[in-house]
């Protein structure tokens, strides 16, 4: 499993940052390997956090490739301030259930 994890600095939204980010997240969950996502907002920073977990990278690039992402991305600056993303490969979770997170897939362990 891998994910892709967008920590920005959020500006004010308009409809047609609503429009971008709406249309991006359907389409993602559409692609075949897509498996879930979440977002976090910490309040003290300011900082937003979007998270969304592929079964491979060529499902992450999927989204990455879509007209509609490259089109958001050249306009950014708009809605988002500083921002950094986070491609990693999940080796293992684990956990209690029940935090809202049941949504979240478990990573096979590899060791």
Same mark, same amino acid.
Do not use: C
């Given at each position: 499993? /891998?994910?892709? #994890?967008? *920590?920005?600095?959020?500006?004010? /939204?308009?409809?047609?940052? @609503?429009?971008?980010?709406?249309? *991006?997240?359907?389409?993602?969950? !559409? ?5 879930? &996502?979440? &977002? ?15 079964? #491979?990278?060529?499902?992450? @690039? ?8 490259? &089109?958001?991305?050249?306009? @950014? ?5 500083? /921002?950094?993303?986070? *491609?990693?490969? !999940?080796? #293992?979770? /684990? ?7 049941? @949504? !979240?897939?478990?990573?096979?362990? #590899?060791?």
């Amino acid at each position: 499993m /891998y994910t892709s #994890t967008f *920590i920005f600095e959020a500006k004010p /939204y308009d409809d047609e940052f @609503h429009r971008f980010n709406d249309e *991006i997240a359907a389409r993602a969950r !559409v692609i075949p390997g897509f498996l879930g &996502e979440e &977002e976090w907002h910490n309040e003290t920073t300011g900082l937003h956090a979007e998270i969304y977990y592929w079964e #491979t990278l060529e499902a992450l @690039h999927q989204l990455i490739g879509m007209p509609v992402h490259k &089109e958001a991305k050249s306009v @950014h600056e708009r809605w988002i301030g500083p /921002y950094r993303v986070v *491609i990693a490969e !999940v080796l #293992t979770t /684990y956990g209690q259930q029940g935090l809202g997170l049941e @949504h !979240v897939p478990p990573a096979a362990a #590899t060791a």
